[in-house]
């Protein structure tokens, strides 16, 4: 049983440059969320997942795009990278809200110069 | 802006209890209190959750105050491997409303 599981681990990008970050789960989870984390700093939610075709917006959606077309993967795409956006971003799953507990995967490492 | 507040670090001793304390004063009643805890160069893992009672688990226990305003985890004997940062987190039962502060990191000394 992998849990989440995220790639790359690493990624350098330029300033300008698109990329997507993957995240897949196999806990046949519904609920599935994105966050950053900055140095020395909690998590924040970038967007989260209700189910497949269903996407919103968390606390810090500006510069990133999520699509949801199964259960079991939901990408993160950075349409157009800044040096801002240098953080580790974690994907994160659950059966729901307030009483379920979140499993997390390892992370990617994102350094845009 | 995270809805809980925690000590920005603690130490303990090896295989001594930990009392990692956390208050919510503006906690509602469709909250949950969750601890995460996030050992370093990884993503956050799951430690415990309660609404009301206390609860226990194979990692830790959680109380929790009467008036639901704070609560506590408390790891009964403290290994190397403890050492993290712990989040406290409230969770709605009905969105995804999980705001991360800045946690407690734990120093454990052999």
């Known amino acids: 049983n992998a849990g989440v599981t995220q790639t790359p681990k690493f990624q350098v990008l330029k300033t300008g440059q698109s990329m997507t970050l993957q995240c897949a789960q196999d806990m046949n989870h519904e609920y599935m969320s994105w966050y950053r984390q900055d140095p020395g700093m909690g998590l924040r939610l970038i967007h989260y997942?209700?189910?497949?075709?269903?996407?919103d917006q968390g606390e810090v959606p500006n510069g990133y795009n999520v699509s949801r077309s199964t259960t079991e993967d939901f990408p993160l795409r950075l349409l157009s990278a800044a040096p801002s956006q240098t953080s580790v971003y974690f994907c994160?799953?659950?059966?729901?809200?307030?009483?379920?507990?979140?499993?997390f995967g390892d992370g990617t490492r994102l350094s845009i110069l | 802006d995270a809805k809980t507040t925690q000590p920005n670090s603690m130490e303990s001793n090896e295989e001594e209890p930990v009392h990692l304390p956390c208050n919510h004063s503006t906690i509602s009643g469709t909250d949950y209190i969750h601890w995460y805890r996030q050992l370093p160069s990884q993503g956050p893992e799951y430690v415990i959750h309660?609404?009301?009672s206390n609860v226990n688990n194979r990692m830790a226990s959680l109380a929790i105050a009467e008036d639901r305003k704070s609560s506590t985890l408390i790891l009964h004997r403290a290994t190397l491997r403890d050492a993290a940062v712990y989040y406290c987190?409230?969770?709605?039962?009905?969105?995804?409303?999980?705001?991360f502060g800045a946690g407690t990191r734990l120093t454990v000394k052999p």
């Open positions: 994160a799953s659950s059966q729901g809200w307030g009483n379920q507990p979140q499993h």
């Open positions: 997942s209700v189910g497949a075709g269903i996407t």
């Open positions: 987190i409230l969770r709605d039962v009905n969105n995804n409303d999980m705001r």
């Open positions: 309660g609404l009301t």
